[in-house]
């Protein structure tokens, strides 16, 4: 996995996924990744990266750390 920082929406997902989260599904004004019992929100499609910041928030909702990430 590249540092920790900005990543491109597919990169998150592709990795998300190699942490057990099922494939993005439809649902209200987000789509969302499923593993087990957890419902992890993932930003809607734009031009830019998703920030260092924003990246955190998702990883903290997924109760996934700052090392697990990095030795994905």
Known sequence: MPAFGPIKRQELI???RKLGFER?????NHQ???KGHL???IP???????SR????KI???ASIDKE???RL
């Open 32 to 34: 969302y990744m499923i």
């Open 44 to 50: 809607n499609p734009h031009h830019g990266d998703i």
């Open 59 to 61: 990883l903290r909702q």
């Open 68 to 70: 697990e990430w990095e």
């Open 39 to 41: 419902k992890l929100f």
């Open 53 to 56: 910041a924003l990246l955190v």
């Open 24 to 28: 993005p599904f439809s649902g209200g």
């Open 14 to 16: 592709r990795q998300l």
